[in-house]
């Protein structure tokens, strides 16, 4: 089960911290990634990290603002995102993966989504 939160309401050029819990059966591997969808539009990848955890990827459109980081203890992943523009605005959804994949940026290659945590930027 994954669990989103730290949407809101924010000023274009503003930060928000997203947050996504990860609960599950002990002893499992799960890669982490976002995506994000915005009305009329198809969801679309914007962060994730590799299998060997050493290796982060981003959409262009987050390139430079937003991070992803996250703590294993925890089974937390986060989503930094700063310089927000009124175009980021969307749902944004935690997903998890259970396997090696080639690419990481396919909405398919995942197993399990959380619920989604709206962000809106007014511009």
């Known amino acids: 089960q994954l669990v989103e939160s730290g949407g809101g309401l924010v000023q274009a050029g503003g930060s928000l911290r997203l947050s996504c819990a990860a609960s599950?059966?002990?002893?499992?591997?799960?890669?982490m990634a976002w995506f994000r969808q915005a009305p009329g539009k198809e969801r679309e990848f914007v962060a994730g990290?590799?299998?060997?955890?050493?290796?982060?990827v981003y959409a262009d459109s987050a390139k430079g603002r937003f991070t992803i980081s996250s703590d294993n203890a925890k089974n937390m992943v986060y989503l930094q995102m700063n310089s927000l523009k009124f175009e980021d605005t969307a749902v944004y959804y935690c997903?998890?993966?259970?396997?090696?994949?080639?690419?990481?940026?396919?909405?398919?290659?995942?197993?399990?989504w959380g619920q989604g945590t709206q962000v809106t930027v007014s511009s």
């Open positions: 990290m590799s299998w060997n955890g050493d290796t982060t």
């Open positions: 599950g059966r002990a002893g499992s591997t799960y890669r």
């Open positions: 997903a998890a993966r259970t396997r090696v994949v080639v690419d990481i940026t396919l909405p398919e290659k995942y197993d399990y």
